[in-house]
C-alpha cells in the first residue's frame, strides 16, 4: 500500500502572500488618516527671497536664562511685551521681532514668546541663541 505525502507548499504558494499584502495595504491606509501636529505653523520664507527690513522697523528682545525678559535695558513680563509690540506695530505695521535667547532659559518661556508673537500675526519673526562667551 503506498501512503499518499501532501506535498508542502511554499509561502509563495499559499494565499498568505496574498492575505498579508493586503492587510499591510489595510493597515497603511489607516495609520495614513491620523494626522499628529505638534507645535507651531511659522511661515518660513522661500529660499531665494530677499526682503529688505531696515533698522528702525526692529524690535530687539533679550531673554535670560531665568526667563526675564529684557527689552530697552529693563526687564518686562511678556504683557510689557505685548504692550511694546502692540505699540511698535502701531507706528509701524511692517515691525520685525527678534529675540535672543539664552542657552540656559526654559523652553517654556521661549515657546511663551513665540506664541504672543504668533497671536499678535507678526509677520517678521526672528529668534536666535545667545552666543557663550570662551
Known amino acids: 500500500m503506498k501512503i499518499k505525502r501532501h506535498k508542502k507548499y511554499s509561502f509563495l504558494e499559499t494565499c498568505a502572500a496574498s492575505d498579508l499584502a493586503f492587510l499591510l495595504i489595510i493597515y497603511f491606509l489607516v495609520i495614513a488618516g491620523f494626522n499628529i501636529s505638534k507645535g507651531f505653523i511659522i511661515n518660513l520664507p522661500a529660499k531665494d527671497s530677499a526682503k529688505i527690513v531696515y533698522s528702525e522697523d ?3 528682545f533679550e531673554m535670560n536664562q531665568n526667563g526675564e525678559i529684557n527689552f530697552n535695558n529693563g526687564i518686562v513680563s511678556i504683557s510689557g ?3 511694546a509690540i502692540r ?3 502701531s507706528s509701524n505695521p511692517n515691525i520685525t521681532v527678534v ?3 539664552d542657552s540656559q532659559a526654559k523652553w517654556q518661556n521661549v515657546v511663551s514668546f513665540v506664541e ?3 497671536n499678535l ?3 517678521s519673526f526672528s529668534f536666535s541663541m545667545k552666543k ?3
Open 58 to 60: 526692529i524690535i530687539r
Open 81 to 83: 511685551a505685548e504692550a
Open 87 to 89: 505699540s511698535g506695530r
Open 99 to 101: 529675540i535672543t535667547i
Open 116 to 118: 504672543l508673537a504668533q
Open 121 to 123: 500675526q507678526i509677520e
Open 132 to 134: 557663550d562667551s570662551p
